[in-house]
């Protein structure tokens, strides 16, 4: 992986984090819009990581990829990506 491997991994740490907080605050039986509130943040720091990837990806893996002669590869690997996004 050619992202900003400390910015990475800063990030899933932030995301191990909160979702331990919110376990804690499950089992204390937290108000649920709080909990939700908590959900929401975690899913919008995994799609900012995942942005942060493909970003990665895009800039680098994929011009390598066309480089050495993998165009229908590169292209089927991005599909499969804009597929998995939900975006069909």
Not at 2 to 22: C, F, M, P, T, W
Not at 50 to 63: S, T
Not at 66 to 79: D, S
Request: glycine fraction near 8%; charged fraction near 30%; charge should be negative.
């Amino acid at each position: 992986m050619q992202a900003d491997k400390a910015s990475v991994l800063k990030r899933l740490n932030y995301i191990e984090g909160h979702l331990g907080g919110i376990r804690k605050m499950v089992e204390e039986d937290k108000y649920c819009v709080d909990v939700l509130r908590q959900t929401y943040a975690v899913r919008k720091a995994i799609e900012k990581l995942e942005a942060m990837i493909l970003e990665d990806h895009l800039h680098g893996c994929v011009p390598a990829g066309i480089r050495e002669g993998r165009e229908n590869e590169v292209v089927e690997e991005l599909v499969q990506l804009y597929n998995l996004a939900g975006n069909r």
